[in-house]
């Protein structure tokens, strides 16, 4: 997330984080972007933290593809 934050800025990765978190069914509040109470803890109730890396992973890349679709000069 942190370094997601750095390179895309921290409200990007946020709701990155919070979207895999909701798919997962831990995440009940809106896609905000926003790392308030609801979020910490449903981060904190992870599971399997390797899961999280890698839906997040995903989520990334998807971030990346869409924003390439958008801007195709980016695509390098």
Avoid: H, W
């Amino acid at each position: 997330v942190f370094d997601f934050g750095v390179n895309s800025g921290p409200v990007t990765s946020i709701k990155a984080l919070q979207t895999v978190l909701k798919r997962i069914g831990l995440y009940k509040g809106d896609i905000d972007g926003r790392f308030g109470p609801m979020s910490r803890a449903a981060a904190a109730a992870v599971q399997n933290t390797a899961a999280l890396f890698y839906a997040l992973k995903c989520e990334r890349y998807e971030f990346f593809m869409r924003y390439i679709g958008r801007v195709p000069s980016q695509s390098k």
